[in-house]
Structure formats: structure tokens, C-alpha cells
């Protein structure tokens, strides 16, 4: 079985019933993204794949603090960190064809210091070690 990536990141701004501006969303969506980019760069996160996987498994845990959240909201929560996966090459798109989305989980965390986004990529089977690193 080909060896899982794990992506620790920050919680994604809870944007799903907002009415702001779209200059300010695009800020905020192009900073959280960028820290995404810069944990690339620390090792904190891994590096994309030599190609993008076609068919690979996504299972995603949101840590958020005090109270649960409804289903439609944790799926609009991770779509900045999701898009990022397609944008940054570790999976060719997210249709359903090419990224099967096993599930988005909510844990209630007692500490803020606890909350993030933990996801979760499992590659397609029959991907060599080799192609794994970028």
C-alpha cells in the first residue's frame, strides 16, 4: 500500500455563511494559502509529487474549537486547502473522478491551540516511491 502524505495546516477561516467583500476574501484566501506554501518550504508540509496523482483518497479531519459544525459548512471550510492540493500539483483536479473524498470529519477541541485542518492523501496503488518526491 502506497505510503499516505499528511498535511497539518491551519484552520481555514469559517467564510461559509459570510457576505464580505470579495477583495478582502481574495486577501484572506491568498495569505492562508501562502503560509501553506511556506510550511513547503520549512518541511513542515510535504513537497508535491513528480506528477499529480489521478485517483487518490482524501480524508479530512477539521479541529475546531467549542462547537460543532454543520456538514455544509465543514465542506465549504476545506475548500481553500483542497483547491490548494489541485493548485500546487499533488492531485490532478478534484472532480469526483480523480479525487475520492472519503470523508470530512469535525472534532471539538478543548484548547484553541489544538484547532487545524489535518488531510490526509493516500495515493492511487501502483505509485512508485521514486515519482513521490518533487
Avoid at 107 to 122: D, I, K, S, Y
Wanted: hydrophobic residues 40%.
Amino acid at each position: 500500500m502506497a505510503e499516505p502524505l499528511v498535511f497539518v495546516c491551519p484552520l481555514p477561516e469559517n467564510r461559509a455563511n459570510s457576505r464580505g467583500h470579495w477583495a478582502s476574501k481574495f486577501r484572506t484566501q491568498k495569505a492562508y494559502l501562502g503560509t501553506l506554501d511556506a510550511r513547503v518550504l520549512l518541511g513542515t508540509l510535504p513537497r508535491p509529487p513528480r506528477t499529480p496523482f489521478k485517483g487518490a483518497k482524501l480524508h479530512i479531519t477539521l479541529r475546531v474549537w467549542k462547537k460543532a459544525m454543520d456538514p455544509d459548512n465543514a465542506w465549504a471550510r476545506v475548500k481553500w486547502p483542497v483547491d490548494w492540493l489541485v493548485s500546487r500539483k499533488y492531485v490532478a483536479d478534484d472532480r469526483k473522478s480523480l479525487l475520492d473524498f472519503e470523508a470530512v470529519v469535525v472534532e471539538v477541541v478543548q484548547h484553541r491551540t489544538a484547532t487545524g485542518c489535518v488531510m490526509v492523501l493516500t495515493p492511487p496503488e501502483g505509485i512508485p516511491a521514486d515519482s513521490r518526491a518533487g
